[in-house]
Nanobody
Framework: QVQLVESGGELVQAGGSLRLSCAAS????????MGWFRQAPGKEREFVAA????????YVANSVRGRFTISRDKAKMTVYLQIDSLKPEDTALYFC???????????????????WGQGTQVTVSS
């Protein structure tokens, strides 16, 4: 079992930056990957980024590449999502996810992950 707790979401102005954190606990092994997803009201959950826990290989979705950066600190058991140049369309509930690496990389669907956090709300005002 893996437990995930997100934090760092808040109300910010367009153009600002945020760093979201996802603190993991439990049986998180080197075979895992971690992902960030987001879901805006009335929309489907959207893949944002993924990182392998062991090596730290990363992948960021085309729609946010250049503004979003994923990283992890193994000692702190934490995954981060740095968001720069925030736009109102970034407003969403951001989820952290974890699961053993399986299938194709990077794992863009919810079915590629077994564990989920409760989410942290990011709201961007124009």
């Amino acid at each position: 079992q893996v437990q995930l707790v997100e934090s760092g979401g808040e109300l910010v102005q367009a153009g600002g930056s945020l760093r979201l954190s996802c603190a993991a606990s439990g049986l998180l092994t080197n075979s895992y990957r971690m992902g960030w997803f987001r879901q805006a009201p009335g929309k489907e959950r959207e893949f944002v980024a993924a990182i392998t826990w062991n090596v730290g290989s990363t992948y960021v979705a085309n729609s946010v590449r250049g503004r979003f950066t994923i990283s992890r600190d193994k000692a702190k058991m934490t995954v981060y999502l740095q968001i720069d140049s925030l736009k109102p369309e970034d407003t969403a509930l951001y989820f952290c996810a974890a699961g053993p690496v399986r299938g194709v990389w990077p794992g863009r669907t919810s079915n590629d992950y077994d564990y989920w956090g409760q989410g942290t709300q990011v709201t961007v005002s124009s």
